[in-house]
């Protein structure tokens, strides 16, 4: 995800989880919180739509670096690109062997493999 992209996807959960204020008023580095009145409530709503909207995973922890716009925009570019789509899961392990040319099972549950 492209850091414009990323600031684009911030700014439309704001406005999702703060429908009565204006994020494009909110400057790069002011914090959200204090820019938009967000109570600490609203601050997790908005991290979880993150999170659905991008797959991106968010621990408590990295919180403090989503305070401000340009910080959500900088952590999703740098997380976005080994999370997976979260309306797209990854397919199931057994997907990958059921294509695979060396890769059978005998219909038993067991599983055999055979060497190019």
Not at 53 to 77: F, K, M, N
Request: proline fraction near 8%; aromatic fraction near 4%.
């Amino acid at each position: 995800m492209r850091r414009d992209e990323a600031r684009a996807v911030a700014r439309r959960v704001l406005q999702e989880v703060a429908p009565h204020r204006d994020p494009d008023a909110v400057g790069p580095d002011q914090t959200l919180q204090e820019a938009l009145d967000l109570d600490s409530l609203d601050f997790l709503h908005f991290v979880v739509r993150l999170h659905e909207r991008t797959g991106v995973e968010i621990p408590e922890r990295d919180y403090p670096q989503l305070a401000t716009l340009e910080g959500c925009a900088s952590y999703l570019h740098r997380h976005a690109a080994g999370a997976t789509d979260a309306r797209d899961p990854a397919p199931p392990a057994d997907a990958a062997r059921a294509t695979d040319p060396t890769h059978s099972t005998t219909g038993k549950g067991a599983t055999t493999w055979t060497s190019n």
